[in-house]
């Protein structure tokens, strides 16, 4: 109808649309349209992250009311005691409540007891609460830090501590103590990277016998069988016991939680076994019948579970996402049939790390059973090539947009990349290590199709069930020309082709996919060795990426002793992706000297320079930069270089620093004219305790926010 427009819409139906954008910068421009978008776009904000000085109580927004999540973990100075050095606490504390009356979730920075009990008692109707604290755990018994959150919020039903910094002797005791509270919760997230022993098997079994209601479990743990309490069959046997209504379940080595890069040269087998038996993962899968998302890191060999692994497809009939890490035996591939993890064909997202005898036999076999795969991980599987991989992904054309190769030493770059040509202009996430042996030498002799793809016109054809299909019965007679739980036997020897609707192209010449767009490719992360340089992207294939948003790099390796580089990291060879406006810069474990750099020797600062050397050419919006940093001092600075580098990003709009930086070099970046969100994040164990003089303060932080405010942005 003419002269009709979204304005005319019900009050209704316009808040219906507008509970549907999430993207902070478009409801904000929403909010600016008319009167009544403004009133229904505050209306229907229900999550709110506050930044800015804590001490500004006069800036905090009044006109939130409807917040049910408030993230108070970024006020700054960052990691400084919320609320513990304002003159009057409770005032603020108190205007909190006031004017974000309805919240049931809160996030905040807990470096004191104080915090939360003076946080606690304000919303005692509390559901969700995830606590931070990269500092240390202050002197104080065990349990006292979360005591407050217990006592006063008793409708409790998730608590987040996966970047909260506490003692394993903290949790059974408040547990304990509070057991009405602890029968409420439904969803414990204790995977903290900073734990280094992980909880003993006595402690899982008390908090799960203490939580008997958990939906969601996860937990860092030991199954070094060599350490007292580590979790072995017993501990497994009375978690499937103690929480049967589990349909999240995250168990993790303390070993696995670092983010270093394996040894791709390495068997895939551990000195120890874990002492974890088939029958046992029979009873946990067996108890466990509402599983959906399974994370088993275990660190130690867990051999022969091709067995337990097929009764995730009778008695886990919800489970999408699976996680398997030293678990060696899962699919054999022996003949025809189907075997281990093939058989659970209603897997969406499977992740195999550390799996010792996988062959490219296998992940074949992977791809014929699991054909709703979306999303798959392979790390440190030292068996398995490009034939096998490349197959892989032909079988699984139709679904796979996700894809993670790292640590497996026969899949370079130039192989990982061949390997994926099936799905180039489907994949939309992808993480590849630049590892760039394999130039025109691995070329020449792998010039050929035939050499990347395995015959599978040799092979049976099987029939995938049905989604409403059963299969609990036997799956002996699969292969005998029956129907067994919607599968069913096809002899066919008809040739794959390249029609549109085939998955499996086989008779495609490799040169003419070579130099073909990645259409829908938004995320690439990347693995980088110190030293490398990334010039070679552009000659391994990841030229042409038209709608990449993000890029993630991680730098990893030890500065000292090597010679400065003859050239730059190479960031402006980037500037080639037209829509990329995120990058995540990670050198947190590049390791050099800061301090006391010996003669001749390259410090951090010269790295540093080496890194970000043309990243002003690129039009970034947003940045998290993780500087290098010097373990022996616990040290990871911003350098002279690096801050006026980073000032040369003139549309940068956010900037998050991990890691601390000097006054006067943060005053660079005020020349970026866009730039309105920086932060300084000390978010690696241990934060430092007490900054050196030199170093951004409270009052450093609080002058450069004054600053940084003060200015008229274009905007």
């Not at 940045?623 to 001092?633: A, G, V």
Request: glycine share 6%; charged share 20%; with cysteine.
């Amino acid at each position: 109808m003419a002269g009709t427009s979204l304005n005319d819409l019900p009050d209704v139906l316009l808040s219906n649309i507008l509970a549907l954008v999430s993207d902070t910068r478009t409801r904000n421009s929403l909010s600016l349209v008319c009167r009544k978008f403004l009133s229904l776009e505050r209306a229907t904000r229900f999550s709110l992250s506050l930044r800015g000085n804590a001490e500004d109580l006069y800036r905090i927004p009044t006109c939130f009311r409807s917040v049910t999540h408030l993230d108070l973990s970024l006020l700054s100075p960052w990691g400084h005691a919320f609320l513990c050095s304002l003159p009057d606490p409770r005032l603020h504390a108190h205007r909190l409540r006031g004017l974000f009356p309805l919240v049931t979730s809160l996030t905040v920075y807990a470096r004191s007891p104080t915090t939360l009990q003076i946080l606690a008692c304000q919303w005692p109707g509390l559901r969700h609460i995830k606590l931070v604290r990269w500092h240390q755990r202050p002197q104080s018994a065990p349990g006292e830090d979360l005591a407050p959150i217990f006592e006063h919020c008793r409708s409790l039903s998730t608590l987040d501590l996966s970047e909260f910094y506490y003692w394993i002797e903290d949790i059974p005791p408040v547990l304990l103590a509070n057991p009405l509270t602890a029968r409420s919760i439904s969803k414990l997230n204790l995977m903290t990277t900073s734990l280094t022993d992980g909880f003993k098997s006595t402690d899982i079994q008390t908090i799960t016998e203490a939580c008997p209601n958990l939906s969601q479990l996860l937990i860092a743990c030991t199954f070094d069988p060599r350490y007292f309490g580590f979790v072995g069959d017993e501990t497994l046997s009375a978690l499937a016991t103690n929480c049967p209504r589990l349909a999240l379940l995250h168990l993790a080595d303390t070993s696995t939680l670092a983010s270093a890069r394996g040894d791709p040269s390495a068997d895939g087998f551990t000195p120890e076994d874990a002492r974890i038996s088939t029958a046992t993962l029979i009873e946990l899968f067996s108890g466990l019948p509402l599983l959906e998302d399974l994370v088993l890191d275990v660190a130690k060999n867990v051999k022969d579970t091709g067995p337990a692994l097929e009764v995730l497809n009778t008695r886990c009939r919800r489970l999408r996402s699976l996680k398997l890490g030293q678990f060696h035996g899962i699919c054999m591939a022996v003949g025809s049939r189907l075997d281990g993890i093939a058989l659970c064909q209603g897997i969406e997202a499977l992740s195999i790390k550390n799996c010792a005898d996988l062959t490219d036999m296998g992940l074949i076999e992977i791809g014929r059973g699991c054909v709703r795969l979306s999303k798959f991980e392979v790390e440190g599987c030292k068996k398995i090539t490009l034939k096998g991989l490349r197959t892989m992904v032909s079988l699984l054309k139709k679904t796979l947009v996700d894809v993670k190769i790292s640590c497996c030493e026969n899949l370079h770059t130039k192989a990982s990349l061949r390997a994926l040509e099936p799905i180039q202009d489907r994949i939309t996430r992808l993480h590849v290590d630049c590892v760039w042996e394999g130039g025109e030498d691995w070329e020449r002799e792998n010039q050929a199709a035939s050499d990347w793809y395995f015959d599978l016109n040799e092979v049976d054809e099987i029939t995938m069930p049905s989604h409403n299909a059963d299969t609990s019965c036997s799956t002996d007679g699969l292969f005998e020309g029956e129907n067994c739980g919607g599968y069913t036997r096809k002899r066919k020897r008809s040739k794959f082709s390249t029609g549109t609707d085939c998955s499996m192209s086989m008779q495609c010449n490799g040169s003419d996919l070579w130099g073909k767009r990645w259409d829908r490719l938004e995320y690439l992360s990347l693995w980088i060795a110190v030293g490398d340089f990334l010039s070679p992207l552009q000659s391994v294939g990841l030229d042409d990426c038209p709608v990449l948003q993000e890029i993630q790099i991680k730098v990893e390796g030890d500065c000292r002793g090597r010679h400065k580089p003859l050239d730059t990291f190479g960031l402006s060879i980037l500037g080639q992706y037209p829509q990329l406006t995120k990058m995540k810069l990670d050198c947190s474990d590049t390791i050099g000297y800061a301090l006391t750099c010996p003669s001749g020797q390259m410090d951090l600062t010269l790295w540093e320079r080496f890194f970000l050397n043309g990243i002003g050419s690129l039009g970034l919006t947003e940045l998290d930069y993780w500087p290098p940093q010097d373990r022996s001092f616990n040290q990871r600075s911003l350098s002279h270089p690096a801050a006026g580098l980073l000032a040369e990003l003139l549309t940068l709009r956010k900037l998050f620093i991990h890691g601390t930086a000097y006054e006067h070099f943060m005053n660079f970046l005020l020349n970026i004219p866009y730039l309105r969100d920086v932060q300084l994040r000390l978010d690696y164990y241990p934060a430092p305790e007490n900054e050196m003089t030199t170093e951004m303060r409270a009052g450093s932080c609080s002058r450069f926010e004054a600053a940084l405010n003060s200015r008229l942005i274009p905007d």
